[in-house]
């Protein structure tokens, strides 16, 4: 009758000739086996009746009591539960404590299952009544994210420019594999560039238009090699629009146009691009004396990022706009 409340773990596992022990009429709400060490065993009296034990799903002290149960007087009746409320004043086996089910638990599952009840009946509700405007919703922030700063990383691009061309033209594709590829890719005293052709990096087995959308999202700059631009068709054309994608979703223009034919300078395009950018047309001079400023600058067009290269105005609008 001490109201005590609480025994240090190991207080009486010194006590080696203890034999009797009422610790009965306090307020002891746990009975622990680590309270007496080995001792526990060698106890013929431990009377622990008249204590407001906590009788909780899974208590630890019905099985140690149950262990030692013969030096426990009165252990069916005497001993008795003090909480909760629907088992105070009866004995600690009035249920089996070991296989009663978790009352927080129970109502986490109720909870649980009417969530997923609730949801179930929900979602094919808001599917019939606004379906449409959900999808679309969605579709609009996955647009808006770009505009928020989520940028591609240049460290994360895997080429440095993809190379679009027409292969009908010969002249065309010997001058990419032969002069183009040789140059950039394998020029000596400065760092390669890794160029994305198409008959060399694209993926078998993927569509066309897969292998095009991974080229242009995976390179830094697009360069188009053009012998003329009266008639642009076929993959030029949707490579330049997914370009012009590019452009309004990353604010940065990504078109180099390299020209081969000098007749191609009065195309409109080419000299509204000039104005606009001029560092991202050029034209490939048939005297040797001006090919090695052309690769120079070519070089240069390719490596530098558009928003120091160029111009504010051929980044696209800004966020001000």
Same mark, same amino acid.
């Given at each position: 009758?001490?109201?005590?409340?609480?025994?240090?773990?190991?207080?009486?596992?010194?006590?080696?000739?203890?034999?009797?022990?009422?610790?009965?009429?306090?307020?002891?709400?746990?009975? =622990?086996?680590?309270?007496?060490?080995?001792?526990?065993?060698?106890? =013929?009296?431990?009377?622990?009746?008249?204590?407001?034990?906590?009788?909780?799903?899974?208590?630890?002290?019905?099985?140690?009591?149950?262990?030692?149960?013969?030096?426990?007087?009165?252990?069916?009746?005497?001993?008795?539960?003090?909480?909760?409320?629907?088992?105070?004043?009866?004995?600690?086996?009035?249920?089996?404590?070991?296989?009663?089910?978790? =009352?927080?638990?129970?109502?986490?599952?109720?909870?649980?299952?009417?969530?997923?009840?609730?949801?179930?009946?929900?979602?094919?509700?808001?599917?019939?009544?606004?379906?449409?405007?959900?999808?679309?919703?969605?579709?609009?922030?996955?647009?808006?994210?770009?505009?928020?700063?989520?940028?591609?990383?240049?460290?994360?691009?895997?080429?440095?420019?993809?190379?679009?061309?027409?292969?009908?033209?010969?002249?065309?594709?010997?001058?990419?594999?032969?002069?183009?590829?040789?140059?950039?890719?394998?020029?000596?005293?400065?760092?390669?560039?890794?160029?994305?052709?198409?008959?060399?990096?694209?993926?078998?087995?993927?569509?066309?238009? =897969?292998?095009?959308?991974?080229?242009?999202?995976?390179?830094?700059?697009?360069?188009?090699?053009?012998?003329?631009?009266?008639?642009?068709?076929?993959?030029?054309?949707?490579?330049?629009?997914?370009?012009?994608?590019?452009?309004?979703?990353?604010?940065?223009?990504?078109?180099?146009?390299?020209?081969?034919?000098?007749?191609?300078?009065?195309?409109?395009?080419?000299?509204?691009?000039?104005?606009?950018?001029?560092?991202?047309?050029?034209?490939?001079?048939?005297?040797?004396?001006?090919?090695?400023?052309?690769?120079?600058?070519?070089?240069?067009?390719?490596?530098?990022?558009?928003?120091?290269?160029?111009?504010?105005?051929?980044?696209?609008?800004?966020?001000?706009?």
């Amino acid at each position: 009758r001490n109201s005590i409340i609480f025994v240090v773990p190991g207080f009486f596992a010194l006590a080696t000739r203890l034999r009797e022990l009422n610790l009965s009429a306090n307020a002891l709400r746990t009975v =622990e086996p680590s309270w007496f060490g080995f001792l526990a065993g060698s106890l =013929e009296v431990l009377d622990v009746s008249a204590n407001p034990l906590h009788c909780a799903c899974g208590a630890a002290f019905v099985d140690f009591l149950l262990q030692v149960q013969a030096a426990v007087p009165g252990l069916p009746s005497r001993v008795k539960c003090g909480s909760p409320g629907q088992l105070q004043g009866r004995s600690i086996f009035a249920q089996d404590l070991r296989l009663c089910l978790d =009352e927080s638990l129970s109502w986490d599952c109720f909870g649980l299952s009417l969530l997923v009840v609730a949801l179930g009946l929900a979602m094919p509700m808001l599917h019939h009544l606004c379906g449409w405007d959900l999808w679309y919703c969605f579709h609009l922030g996955l647009a808006w994210l770009p505009r928020r700063g989520w940028q591609r990383g240049a460290d994360a691009l895997s080429y440095d420019a993809f190379v679009v061309f027409d292969k009908a033209q010969s002249a065309v594709a010997d001058w990419v594999y032969n002069e183009l590829r040789v140059r950039l890719e394998e020029r000596r005293g400065r760092r390669a560039l890794r160029l994305c052709l198409e008959e060399r990096d694209w993926l078998p087995g993927k569509t066309l238009f =897969e292998n095009l959308w991974a080229s242009v999202y995976s390179s830094r700059k697009m360069l188009f090699v053009l012998a003329h631009t009266d008639q642009v068709s076929g993959l030029l054309r949707a490579s330049f629009l997914l370009a012009q994608q590019r452009l309004l979703e990353d604010r940065k223009d990504v078109v180099v146009l390299v020209i081969l034919r000098p007749d191609a300078r009065r195309s409109r395009y080419v000299r509204l691009r000039q104005r606009l950018c001029r560092q991202s047309v050029l034209f490939w001079p048939h005297q040797p004396s001006g090919q090695c400023s052309f690769w120079a600058q070519l070089g240069m067009a390719l490596t530098r990022d558009t928003a120091t290269s160029i111009p504010d105005f051929c980044r696209g609008p800004t966020m001000a706009e």
